[in-house]
């Protein structure tokens, strides 16, 4: 069997849209009715004038600082954000607050349920099964995404292994006494893993694990391709929030990511003005309904994720949408010496032409009037002076090509940059402090 349901895996668009129209609805008058938020948000807007997917475009977007802002009142913590009664609500979730105050999310039951059953369709669809023994490498503390994969496991039937409390070493030695072969991982700790292996004399790829999700940043192909070549498994990449949950994910063509229909409505909107969908293959930025939770309704969710729209076919035969690549945060795009700057292009390149890089920083700051971008870089032990002096050019003449910025390239002892266990924050940018 290819497919966790294979009803709604397979379901006609049209299907599909009549369904997400519905759902859409349902959650408007849900939410207009018990959230304070969408009750003063959505004033003066009436069902009955949602009546296509145009219809939809006219409701206004909802952004994190909104939710901030709500759950500055009564009860506390969720405030005007929640959808239920405080007494229904059995989980507390929070966003990691890397942009600011955190979000705390409010689940109830039922809410919760919806999610897991999202997750089972993102695991099955990359491929995990209940012969796998799967290994949660962290402690999971109030991130969402870690329970998710916990409890979606444990409902597909595979064995789900706890990693908390252990230090990355304890965790590879963990994988190789209970024999785990699958693991769900961000792409940056994935990497370290298979260093501290290595340092360990281990061969990553002895491990014995065959699917690896990853999640938490955005990673380029080279960077799936290389954690594949490390574990010699089979890598799947995956997209979400705290807000709304994990929203589409890779199957097992690897061409793209599926977005999770009929549980979610998505609209890819072109940068500039937020209003219209783009083309297959044009760059916009997700905005997320997830259509079946009521503990904490979210309408029109401005995720900030910019993707790549991809096409609507796939050889796996689902039917469902599909984004062709997550390009960034549209907060990490910078203007830099008046280029326009992705952290996500260097990790490409460098995960691509220069495996000898083990860990790297890419810092900007302002010198007089001009911007001057340096990457930090951390090698392999073992390499000559001339080997490094060679490295630092290539690194030079690779990345002025690749992003039109001329990098200065600085040599780092051994162990001397940060190893990131959830998000990475490679990209520093000295120049302003933002707030957001
Ligand atoms: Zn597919």
Redesign the pocket.
């Known amino acids: 069997m290819n497919f966790w349901n294979p009803y709604l895996e397979t379901l006609p668009r049209e299907e599909l849209d009549k369904i997400e129209l519905c759902y859409f609805k349902r959650t408007f008058s849900h939410a207009k009715e018990y959230s304070v938020l969408y009750r003063e948000k959505l004033e003066g807007i009436d069902l009955r004038d949602v009546k296509t997917p145009d219809d939809i475009k006219k409701i206004p977007l909802t952004d994190k600082e909104e939710l901030r802002r709500y759950q500055e009142m009564e009860p506390f913590p969720y405030g005007g954000t929640l959808g239920r009664s405080i007494d229904e609500v059995t989980t507390f979730r929070q966003t990691s607050g890397t942009t600011g105050k955190p979000v705390y999310v409010p689940e109830t039951y039922e809410s919760w349920q919806w999610r897991i059953e999202v997750w089972c369709h993102i695991l099955y669809m990359a491929g995990f099964r209940p012969r796998h023994r799967v290994f949660l490498p962290f402690g999971y503390n109030v991130y969402v995404a870690f329970w998710e994969a916990h409890y979606a496991s444990e409902k597909l039937g595979c064995e789900l292994v706890p990693g908390g409390a252990l230090d990355t070493k304890g965790r590879v030695h963990k994988i190789i006494e209970i024999r785990a072969n699958g693991m769900m991982n961000t792409p940056t700790y994935g990497l370290h893993i298979a260093e501290e292996a290595k340092n360990m004399g281990i061969d990553p790829a002895s491990l014995g694990i065959e699917r690896m999700l990853c999640a938490g940043e955005p990673m380029p192909e080279a960077t799936r391709r290389r954690l594949e070549a490390l574990f010699g498994c089979h890598v799947f990449d995956h997209i979400g929030g705290t807000e709304p949950c994990a929203w589409a994910g890779m199957?097992e063509?690897k061409?793209g990511l599926?977005i999770i229909e009929p549980f979610f409505l998505v609209e890819i909107l072109d940068r500039e003005t937020l209003q219209r969908e783009v083309e297959e293959g044009e760059i916009g930025v997700a905005v997320v309904t997830p259509l079946g939770r009521r503990s904490f309704p979210l309408i029109r969710f401005n995720t900030k994720d910019l993707v790549i729209k991809g096409r609507e076919t796939?050889?796996?035969g689902?039917t469902s949408r599909k984004i062709k690549e997550v390009v960034g945060r549209t907060d990490d795009l910078r203007k830099i010496r008046g280029v326009l700057f992705s952290p996500k292009t260097v990790e490409a390149a460098v995960r691509h032409e220069f495996p000898e890089v083990v860990e790297f920083e890419i810092l900007v700051e302002r010198k007089g009037i001009m911007d001057e971008i340096t990457i930090r870089t951390e090698v392999a032990p073992g390499l000559s002076g001339q080997e490094i002096d060679q490295l630092r050019a290539r690194l030079r003449e690779n990345l002025k090509v690749k992003t039109n910025l001329s990098f200065h390239v600085q040599m780092e002892p051994p162990g001397s940059l940060p190893r990131y266990t959830l998000k990475a924050k490679r990209f520093k940018d000295m120049r302003e402090i933002r707030n957001d």
Request: hydrophobic share 10%; with cysteine.
């Open positions: 199957c063509a061409e599926h796939c050889p796996c689902r």
